[in-house]
C-alpha cells in the first residue's frame, strides 16, 4: 500500500498543477490517495461530498446525449479543478490547482505505469454488471 | 440570440444552447444529432445540478453566493459579481464520440455540444468568448 501511494505521490510532482489524487470504487469508498499535505483537506471533502457517487450517477445521464458514454468530467469550482476519470470499476479523482494541465491529467490514462497499476486495481476488484457510469463504455485499462 | 450562438458552431462545434438553470431550453443554435434539443438541454441541467450538488467548496443545492474560498465569476472570470456561483462555474463531459461542455452565465447555461474532433480547450475558448459577448446582455435581462 505504501509503495502505491508513493507511486501516486510521484505524479503531484510530475503533472503541473496536480494536488491530489484519490482512487474510489464507483460508490465513492476511497482505496487510496495521495496528496500534498496542503490539498489534504480537498481529498477528504471530496470524500464528504459524494462527489464520485454523483459523478457516477451524472456520467449515466450523459450516456443519454447520445455521444456514447461519458470516460471522464472536468469541473472547474473556482477553487480547484477536478477531473473524474472513469476506470469500471474504478473512479480516479484528480484535484488540481484552478491553472493546472488538464490535458495531462486527462491523459494520465495513457500513461503506461499509471495504467498498469490501475489494471492490477481492476483485477482484485470485482466487477459489476454494467449499468451505470459508462457501463459499456470506458475504461478498461 | 440563435445568430450569436451560431458563430461558435465551426470546426467540429455542432450546437451551442442558453439553458435555464431548471433545464428550460431558452435558445438553440446547430445539429444535436438523434437527441432533441429539450432533452439535451435537460439533461445538461440534471449534470450541472448534480455536479453542483457536490460542491467541495461551498456550493450544493444551487448557485448561492456563499463561499468557502475565493471570488468566481463563471466563464472568462473577469467582471468580479457579488451574486457569482461559489460552487461550480464550468464543466466539461467528455464522452466515447464528442464533448459536452456547461458553463454558467449571468444566471444561465450555456452549454456547447461538440463531437470528438474538437479539442476541449478549443472548447472552452469559444465558450469563454460566446460568454463574454452574452453576459452583459443576460444580465440586463435577468437583473443579475
Known amino acids: 500500500m505504501d509503495s502505491l501511494r508513493r507511486f501516486l505521490e510521484s505524479y503531484l510532482s510530475q503533472v503541473d498543477g496536480l494536488s491530489a489524487i484519490l482512487l474510489s470504487d464507483r460508490d465513492g469508498v476511497g482505496l487510496m490517495s495521495a496528496a500534498q499535505p496542503e490539498c489534504q483537506w480537498a481529498v477528504e471533502a471530496v470524500v464528504k461530498r459524494g462527489l464520485v457517487p454523483g459523478f457516477c450517477q451524472a456520467a449515466e445521464q450523459a450516456g443519454k446525449l447520445g455521444v456514447g458514454p461519458a470516460s471522464a468530467f472536468v469541473t472547474n469550482y473556482g477553487q480547484m479543478t477536478i477531473v473524474l476519470l472513469s476506470c469500471q470499476p474504478l473512479v480516479v479523482t484528480l484535484i488540481g490547482q484552478p491553472d493546472c494541465n488538464i490535458g495531462a491529467m486527462t491523459g494520465l490514462l495513457k500513461d503506461r505505469a499509471f495504467s498498469e497499476q490501475l489494471r492490477r486495481l481492476q483485477q482484485v476488484l470485482p466487477q459489476e454488471s454494467g449499468d451505470a457510469a459508462g457501463g459499456s463504455g470506458p475504461v478498461r485499462v | ?144
Open chain 2, 1 to 144: 440570440v440563435a445568430q450569436l450562438l451560431s458563430q461558435t458552431n465551426t470546426d467540429g462545434v455542432q450546437s451551442s444552447l442558453l439553458l435555464s438553470l431548471d433545464g428550460a431550453l431558452l435558445a438553440c443554435s446547430g445539429y444535436t444529432a438523434d437527441t432533441d434539443a429539450r432533452v439535451l438541454a435537460a439533461i445538461a441541467a440534471n449534470l450541472w445540478d448534480t455536479m453542483e450538488r457536490c460542491s467541495v467548496n461551498g456550493g450544493g443545492g444551487g448557485n448561492s453566493s456563499s463561499s468557502v474560498g475565493g471570488p468566481s465569476s463563471g466563464v472568462g472570470a473577469g467582471a468580479a459579481s457579488s451574486q457569482a456561483p461559489a460552487g461550480l462555474q464550468d464543466m466539461t463531459v467528455v464522452c466515447t464520440n464528442g464533448s459536452l461542455y456547461i458553463a454558467y452565465v449571468s444566471s444561465i447555461l450555456l452549454c456547447l455540444y461538440a463531437n470528438a474532433t474538437v479539442p476541449l480547450g478549443m472548447l472552452r475558448l469559444k465558450a469563454a468568448k460566446l460568454a463574454d459577448s452574452l453576459r452583459d446582455p443576460i444580465s440586463q435581462i435577468t437583473g443579475k
